[in-house]
């Protein structure tokens, strides 16, 4: 039978030379678990094994924040390489797209249209 200890999240067999680990993911209202069983000859060295296997779980669920510039630089190069730029063919000239509520006489100003 297996000795409850007082760390939760640990089990160990003496006579089996067994330990089973349980660490309940946070934020998930212990609905989602990892569970590992591992063979240790004493108690020590299975407390030592759940201490890192507690580190390795809760180091995959909280890795380190991405900052808004490596976000951009994954999501949206700003410089693709040359093959996923357009096709470039001699002679052709490529300009930007027109812009939304331009006025009729100037190409860098911009204005809502307004109604009467």
């Not at 089973?20 to 934020?27: D, I, Y």
């Not at 998930?28 to 580190?55: H, I, M, P």
């Not at 951009?72 to 730029?85: C, K």
Request: glycine share 6%.
């Amino acid at each position: 039978m297996a000795r409850r200890s007082v760390v939760p999240g640990v089990r160990f067999d003496g006579k089996r030379k067994r330990a089973s680990f349980e660490v309940t993911l946070p934020g998930t209202n212990g609905r989602r678990r990892r569970r590992k069983t591992v063979k240790a000859s004493t108690r020590d060295k299975a407390l030592n094994l759940f201490r890192q296997f507690r580190d390795v779980v809760l180091a995959e669920r909280f890795p380190e924040p991405e900052t808004f510039s490596e976000f951009v630089t994954r999501f949206w190069p700003l410089n693709p390489p040359e093959s996923e730029r357009w096709p470039r063919r001699p002679g052709v000239r490529v300009t930007a797209p027109p812009r939304f509520f331009a006025s009729p006489g100037s190409s860098t100003s911009l204005h809502t249209p307004t109604r009467f």
